[in-house]
């Protein structure tokens, strides 16, 4: 079975992206986009108490979590960094993952060809000495998984993004360090970077922006993003200057990556070849740390560490996918030297954040990318550049920077050169956007798909992933903090105020107190229950003297001048009940296994939650959730 350098890497890519995925504590809403509602600072609320909620995670037990700097009580937190809260103990390269990313879901999981010969995974995390100056290497590693069927090794590793000038970083699994054995015994060695991830990419752009003015707000990937401005770095090594934001978000996982190579190194000795990749964001910090292993810091700390590696250090390829500018013209032209044209970084036509970089012509842009690169920061981009065609059946809205696009253009691209691709490999889809979670389990992207219906969580897998996320646990938790959330009255602004954060409290106090463990192990009592929790929920009860009788729950909504003027659309919006509802289905089926997600779909309220499609996904017709 064929497979080129630059599709491997970019399945490579797809797959530090699933880890990441993987590993978040709250799938249905890992960026608290579905809480932000434009009457309401709720979404600010619940920030704050996650915040507080991280200083009581730590490293035991099984779990090893990571986000805002106090987690474990490891230091002070950045509080305006949005605090994303993840756990390095959910990685499962075999299983898929899936999100709620805004008012989409997505789901993912890279090609069976690459997971199933990993046979060992790990996590390479930072010691309590997280404060230390950058980079250190007081590091841990931790065993999470072991099973048959391959010789592979992966070890994840912890980075930091949002660090600006001396600010603290919010943590979290940021790639992984992967031994993939090849047909003569001897390996390859691959480091692998994640892109961004942030749910609302024009708050996440904005909140970047003004945090390199102003300080640090937002998404910490997105501040590090935004953090354009050059200055010279010895340790990434080279002539001229690099974004300060790239440059310090390597130094924060320098140390977690290099104990990760040791570790290969103690297994296995030295790898025949070195090969690092990235997209987007990854693809700046993997063209750093290229940079750098050349001729930087880390470079001269691992030739002296380990010697049989010099081979490999001397020559180490590069896979950049939609690479933004990262430095200026003398520290790109002194790399592209250096790399002799080992490093290539492809793209689709049309991406913007590429096609904002000197390094692309004119010619190669249009207009538009013309116009962008004369607006944008004026970096320029190293490597060497090769422009790909949008693939044929891309949506006039994907956007050419989406790395499944990419996948399918490089998929083109071997066929033009009439590479031999296994059928499962040319017509992959390992990621895959839906406007419900429904369709996600039926297979019905609204995104580019290379094969048709593209099914990734599934029916049959669902509980298994729910298990990997462990999702009633952590289910509890949001709950628990939305409960103070939403009915703290700040949380809350405008016309109607008082009322409006009673009843939203009142609403959430429903679920949370009828949300404990079902005592019951009757099927029908079960989906009964949570029946009863979904439809307080979706508004059938939320006068207070009537609800607190109980808790039951009438089914129509209640009239003006019967307690309440609001409906429940205007007190909190569908899209924030049928996600918290769908919380619920999912928590009942992990916990419950007599049950089966179709038990749960003959109750119209639960239904409703697993096929609601929320009412701003582009080009898609919206269910509209209705009471009654």
């Known amino acids: 079975m064929a497979v080129t350098d630059e599709l491997l890497n970019c399945d490579l890519c797809i797959l530090a992206y699933q880890l990441y995925h993987q590993s978040v504590l709250w799938p249905l809403d890992p960026w608290y986009e579905v809480l932000a509602r434009g009457a309401t600072n709720r979404r600010t609320r619940f920030m704050e108490k996650t915040h507080a909620y991280a200083r009581g995670l730590g490293r035991a037990g099984g779990d090893l979590y990571a986000g805002p700097a106090c987690v474990g009580g490891q230091g002070d937190s950045n509080a305006t960094l949005d605090p994303v809260l993840t756990n390095f103990s959910q990685l499962r390269p075999r299983d898929p993952a899936f999100t709620g990313d805004g008012a989409v879901f997505i789901a993912l999981q890279a090609p069976a060809y690459l997971v199933n010969t990993i046979s060992r995974v790990s996590a390479c995390t930072y010691t309590s000495a997280w404060r230390s100056a950058w980079p250190h290497a007081q590091t841990v590693l931790t065993p999470l998984v072991e099973e048959g069927g391959g010789q592979d090794e992966l070890i994840a590793f912890e980075g930091g993004t949002g660090s600006f000038k001396d600010s603290a970083a919010a943590w979290s699994p940021m790639g992984f360090v992967l031994k993939r054995t090849r047909d003569d015994g001897t390996?390859?060695?691959?480091?692998?970077?994640?892109g961004s991830r942030s749910g609302n990419a024009v708050r996440a752009l904005l909140g970047g922006r003004d945090g390199y003015f102003n300080g640090p707000t937002g998404n910490a990937d997105w501040v590090t993003d935004m953090a354009s401005g050059l200055q010279r770095d010895a340790y990434v090594g080279g002539d001229g200057t690099v974004a300060v934001g790239f440059a310090a978000a390597l130094k924060r996982c320098m140390g977690t990556l290099q104990a990760a190579l040791r570790e290969l190194n103690r297994k296995y000795g030295a790898p025949q070849t070195i090969q690092v990749s990235g997209h987007s964001l990854g693809a700046a910090l993997a063209s750093l740390c290229i940079g750098a292993l050349t001729s930087g810091t880390p470079g001269v700390e691992l030739r002296k560490a380990l010697p049989g590696w010099r081979g490999a250090l001397d020559a180490v390829q590069g896979y950049l996918l939609?690479?933004?500018?990262?430095?200026?013209?003398?520290?790109?032209?002194?790399?592209?030297?250096?790399?002799?044209?080992?490093?290539?970084?492809?793209?689709?036509a049309g991406d913007p954040v590429v096609?904002?970089?000197?390094?692309?012509?004119?010619?190669?842009?249009?207009?538009?990318?013309?116009?962008?690169?004369?607006?944008?920061?004026?970096g320029?981009?190293?490597?060497?550049?090769?422009?790909?065609?949008?693939?044929?059946?891309?949506?006039s809205g994907e956007n050419s920077h989406e790395i499944y696009l990419i996948r399918a253009a490089l998929v083109g691209k071997?066929?033009?050169?009439?590479?031999?691709?296994?059928?499962?490999?040319?017509?992959?889809?390992?990621?895959?956007?839906?406007?419900?979670f429904a369709d996600m389990l039926d297979g019905r992207p609204v995104s580019y798909a290379a094969g048709g219906a593209v099914s990734i969580v599934t029916r049959d897998n669902l509980r298994r992933v729910l298990t990997n996320y462990r999702f009633a646990r952590h289910f509890e938790a949001f709950l628990d903090m939305l409960k103070s959330a939403v009915a703290d009255p700040k949380g809350y602004r405008g016309y109607h105020q008082d009322a409006t954060y009673q009843l939203a409290g009142e609403r959430v106090l429903v679920a949370l107190e009828m949300c404990g463990n079902i005592d019951s192990d009757n099927r029908d009592v079960i989906v009964d229950t949570v029946g009863t929790q979904v439809a307080a929920l979706l508004g059938y009860a939320v006068k207070k003297e009537y609800v607190r009788q109980g808790w039951k729950v009438r089914k129509q909504p209640v009239a003006d001048g019967d307690g309440v003027a609001l409906t429940a659309d205007a007190l909190l919006g569908q899209d924030f009940n049928t996600r918290i509802g769908l919380g619920l289905i999912l928590r009942a089926l992990e916990e419950k296994e007599n049950t089966r997600l179709a038990d749960y779909e003959k109750t119209p309220e639960l239904k409703l939650c697993l096929e609601v499609a929320l009412p701003d996904v582009s080009g898609a017709q919206s269910k509209q959730a209705k009471l009654g």
């Open 322 to 348: 939609a690479l933004p500018p990262v430095g200026n013209k003398d520290y790109c032209t002194g790399y592209n030297g250096n790399a002799a044209g080992r490093v290539v970084a492809p793209y689709v």
């Open 355 to 378: 096609e904002c970089s000197k390094s692309v012509s004119f010619g190669d842009t249009g207009a538009a990318g013309w116009a962008g690169a004369r607006l944008g920061s004026g």
């Open 380 to 395: 320029y981009t190293p490597g060497t550049l090769e422009r790909l065609p949008r693939p044929m059946g891309a949506k």
């Open 414 to 436: 071997a066929q033009r050169a009439q590479v031999a691709l296994a059928e499962d490999m040319r017509n992959a889809t390992p990621w895959a956007t839906y406007v419900s």
């Open 187 to 194: 390996y390859d060695a691959h480091i692998v970077f994640r």
